[in-house]
């Protein structure tokens, strides 16, 4: 689990971790930790044994400290991301798509990789059996995508608000006024309802027609409201 995940340095550390945390029966993961790498998703829909649908792949957007912080997609070349690594991804995660179709599951999942940058080699490293925020996005792109004659970018992510002058759902979208979606680009805010968190947050969605200019956007509303995410990686 995340709690007791550890980044050993060197054996005597792992060892006092096996020590305080072992207990007869009790397995352990281990394995070599990258090193600079770039996080990816793809996301597959399940219908039944013969009906499992590629949906998207994405570009993860993750801290430097591991928190993930939002996803950026399109059909063009965009920073970051490699057509190869798609393919690559869906391909490696077919053969488990397949097994839980055949197994009865249906639905949406999604699939994570890593793609160190030294090698440029891909690793998955998890699979999540369910709605994702590439799943919010690509239902966003699926309503906008023909306006755009095709060509479509977006990048979804959590926004931090200032705390002290942003607090409600108007106020947020009184600030971002000028970004907000005109029906072909733009911001869409959601789950607003969590601005009134002790560290309020939301959820924004800028759609563009490059990859690129959808990240751009985002950045722009981070700027707005004052949260620039510094220690991005």
Request: aromatic share 10%; charged share 25%; net charge neutral.
């Amino acid at each position: 689990s995340v709690s007791t995940a550890l980044e050993a340095r060197d054996c005597e550390r792992l060892a006092g971790f096996f020590g305080k945390h072992g207990k007869p029966g009790r397995k352990f993961l281990v394995e070599e930790r990258l090193g600079d790498h770039v996080p990816l998703s793809v996301q597959w829909e399940v219908y039944g044994p013969d009906d499992c649908r590629r949906v998207a792949a994405s570009r993860q957007v993750v801290t430097r400290g591991g928190e993930y912080v939002g996803n950026v997609a399109g059909n063009d070349n965009f920073s970051g991301f490699r057509p190869e690594d798609a393919a690559q991804m869906f391909r490696d995660s077919e053969p488990f798509v397949r097994h839980f179709a055949r197994s009865g599951w249906l639905g949406v999942c999604g699939f994570d990789f890593m793609r160190e940058e030294s090698t440029g080699k891909l690793y998955m490293t998890e699979c999540n059996g369910r709605v994702t925020a590439l799943t919010y996005a690509i239902g966003i792109v699926e309503q906008v995508k023909e306006r755009l004659n095709g060509k479509w970018g977006i990048a979804i992510g959590n926004v931090f608000p200032e705390e002290q002058f942003i607090r409600s759902p108007s106020a947020f979208f009184k600030t971002i006024r000028s970004d907000l979606f005109d029906g072909l680009e733009g911001a869409i805010p959601m789950n607003t309802r969590c601005l009134d968190l002790p560290k309020p947050k939301c959820i924004v969605a800028c759609v563009g027609k490059t990859a690129a200019v959808a990240e751009e956007r985002l950045a722009e509303v981070r700027s707005r409201v004052s949260c620039p995410l510094a220690d991005l990686s």
